[in-house]
């Protein structure tokens, strides 16, 4: 993790995240009083790292961010990441049984792997660059009981980042050994037949530390109708999965290590790519290994300099059963690269003129196979980025923020990403920011070489260079916050986006082999605007709750000249396309007990989804109503126990990606069901 910390409030030099004192919120013994609970809460959401990289005041982050505790992800039963972005303003997740994809403010294309949203842990990026893919539920090195705090970042941080971060960015903040138990063990089981547990140690002082992690989880799945499916019967189960997971992080001084791993495999009852319907034979396997070294240095006062190297490797398997015979396909990347950074203050004055620098590098290793091409496509590239961003804050009431990075990509064009905030304020209480930024998406590798002379077949040219084009956004947005009443605090948002040359996975009839394919190109403009109300209460007694909703207008090719005369991107008005699954409204309420009979929180929670579009801008699925209820017992005898229901109302149906399609005979798969009614239940023992 390359991440240092500077307090926009506070007067001392910059030094790493990880050497701050400790937040009160976590301690050995799971009973702390309600004040510190209180206390400990209001720090860690007034805190952000990720969003350029070194520790931040919510005041002063260049993005509308939400900060989800370490107390809300217990309170509420979350035990993934995607379970935790649902109730977070603005975020929906599509659940096609495929991947939990995650989407942003009315904008989830469908098929889309999550490639447009950077998902970090403790800094470290974990897109992998073959497909740019990252899960939001099974598939990830982390456990949320070691979770301190989840900050999700709005909208592109190219100038920080890169690629990938084009629709924000989520970085995940891991518990520090000296604010969690020595030891902890849990189990799970839920009524979709998953048996699981986790299992962690700590050991040390803040500045000297070692922490390990490991998981598992076996699900057998659902028994789920796909009406759309020529099925001879009308249900499959063919819905299990399981995973695996390690990490070992090491603290001595100022160096830091960290190595983590998961193997995931999931079924695939949808049958995608014309396999065989209820099959357990279908299946994805994913399998990611990191290691990272870095080390932190005070050159002065006023200078930091940081420094990290890190390897990666990632392989992926599809296996299909189809009419003609068993599809494989098998994938790997390998990459390593290493990073300088260097934050100052180059004015006496503490925060009146504040640097980040840095350079990083990264060359990566690619190759694929499938059983109908057994020759490899192997692809080698490299990226080197520079950037820049200065901050100031001349007065108490106003600051500002300007960057940019400069990326070189060996495969793919160079890109500049500017960036640029003006902050307002009035001490804590009341702000408002004004925020620019471009982003960009490079192709990945899948997208733009992947073929397998059954499915895919990519767009190159004469040179047998791809002909796609990098994605990019430009982003405007206003974001007012404040704290209108005590333990309220309340955020209000809006934006627009300018999204252009999205790459769209196209359907094509090949001529030379008379059957239709499969290639990704670069399609119209695409636009999302609209607003976005986040709202939350916590008072000293324990009780908290949230209440968010978003307004979002997306339209694909839409004109770029029409201003505001379409406000709401009307399809009507003549100049957008039909919207494909882009629920316009989204809201979340939640509410949490204090500690009842001092032995245990109810919380519930209610989503909505506005109806969304399919591939066939004339079919749409039906809005939906989710609601959860959890029990959760933090301290019973050294025991914390949690049970829970979710989706008490009705399944949610979920927008098909094309993939679902049958060719013979041709059908089209407009729906998938999405996650139905579940019982879990929890418990753990800390030692």
């Known amino acids: 993790m390359l991440v240092s910390s500077t307090s926009a409030l506070a007067d001392d030099p910059a030094i790493p995240i990880r050497e701050l004192p400790p937040y009160p919120d976590v301690e050995t013994t799971a009973r702390v009083s309600e004040v510190s609970v209180y206390g400990a809460s209001q720090s860690e959401e007034e805190t952000v790292v990720g969003a350029a990289k070194r520790e931040q005041s919510l005041g002063t982050v260049a993005s509308a961010v939400t900060v989800l505790t370490s107390d809300h992800l217990r309170r509420y039963g979350y035990r993934s990441l995607a379970e935790a972005l649902r109730g977070a303003a603005g975020v929906f997740v599509v659940d096609d049984r495929q991947i939990e994809r995650i989407g942003v403010r009315g904008v989830q294309l469908l098929g889309d792997a999550n490639t447009r949203i950077l998902v970090l842990i403790d800094g470290t990026p974990l897109n992998e660059p073959w497909a740019q893919f990252v899960d939001g539920s099974t598939a990830l090195p982390v456990s949320l009981d070691d979770v301190a705090r ?32 020595r030891a902890y063990g849990r189990t799970t089981v839920d009524s979709y037949g998953t048996a699981g547990g986790n299992a962690g140690f700590n050991t040390g002082t803040l ?25 001879t019967t009308d249900q499959t189960s063919a819905d299990g999965g399981r995973a695996l997971f390690g990490s070992l992080a090491v603290n001595f001084d100022r160096l830091f290590f960290q190595a983590r791993a998961y193997e995931r495999t999931r079924e695939l009852p949808g049958a995608p790519y014309d396999s065989a319907i209820g099959s357990d034979e279908n299946t994805n396997r994913d399998r990611h290994v990191l290691a990272e070294l870095g080390y932190t240095r005070d050159v002065t006062e006023k200078v930091t300099v940081g420094a990290r190297v890190y390897g990666n490797r ?24 290493g990073e300088i950074r260097v934050l100052a203050d180059l004015l006496e004055k503490k925060n009146l003129l504040s640097i980040t620098t840095g350079a990083s590098y990264e060359a990566t290793t690619t190759e694929s196979t499938a059983s109908t091409k057994p020759n490899p496509i192997e692809t080698d590239f490299s990226i080197a980025g520079v950037y820049l961003e200065t901050s100031s804050e001349p007065l108490p009431w106003i600051a500002a923020t300007v960057g940019a990075r400069f990326d070189r990509n060996s495969e793919f064009t160079n890109e500049l990403s500017p960036r640029a905030a003006l902050f307002l304020r009035k001490g804590d209480a009341y702000g408002a920011k004004l925020l620019y930024a471009q982003g960009f998406r490079n192709p990945s590798i899948f997208e733009a070489y992947y073929d397998d002379d059954a499915r895919f077949s990519p767009v190159l040219d004469g040179d047998d260079r791809t002909q796609l084009r990098p994605e990019t956004i430009t982003a405007y947005e206003v974001v007012l916050y404040g704290r209108p009443f005590t333990g309220v605090k309340l955020r209000v948002s809006a934006w627009e986006w300018r999204l252009a040359d999205l790459l769209k996975r196209q359907e094509f009839f090949d001529p030379a082999t008379n059957e239709p394919r499969f290639r990704y190109q670069n399609s119209g403009p695409l636009v999302s605007r609209g607003t976005e109300v986040e709202a939350s209460y916590r008072d000293l007694a324990g009780r908290s709750a949230y209440l968010n909703g978003a307004l979002a ?26 919207r494909q699954n882009a629920p316009t409204v989204t809201a979340q309420l939640g509410v949490s007990s204090q500690l009842i009979a001092d032995l245990f929180h109810v919380s519930g929670e209610l989503t909505y989804l506005s109806e969304r579009g399919t591939q066939d801008e004339d079919e749409t699925v039906p809005a939906h109503v989710g609601a959860n209820v959890v029990v959760y017992l933090p301290d019973v005898n050294g025991f914390d126990i949690t049970v829970g229901a979710r989706n008490l109302v009705a399944r949610e149906e979920v927008p098909a990606q094309s993939d679902y399609n049958r060719t013979m005979p041709r059908v089209e798969v407009l729906r998938v069901p999405g996650p139905g009614r579940e019982v879990f239940a929890r418990a753990g023992y800390r030692f």
Do not use: H
Not at 152 to 181: C, H, M, Q
Not at 318 to 336: C, H, I, K
């Open 553 to 578: 207008f997306t339209g694909r090719n839409c004109l770029e000249s029409d201003g505001f005369d379409n406000l709401l991107l009307d399809v009507e008005e003549g100049n957008c396309d039909a």
């Open 207 to 231: 500045n000297r530390q070692l922490r390990g992690t490991v998981s598992f989880k076996q699900r057998a799945g659902e028994s789920l109708t796909y009406p759309d499916l020529p099925m």
């Open 150 to 181: 989840i900050e999700i970042i709005r909208g592109p941080v190219s100038s920080i980042y890169g690629t990938n971060a084009f629709f924000g960015i989520i970085n995940i903040v891991t518990l520090e050994a000296d604010k969690s138990p």
């Open 314 to 337: 990632y392989t992926y398997t599809n296996n299909l059963v189809r009419m003609a015979g068993p599809f494989d396909t098998e994938a790997s990347a390998q990459w390593y690269g």
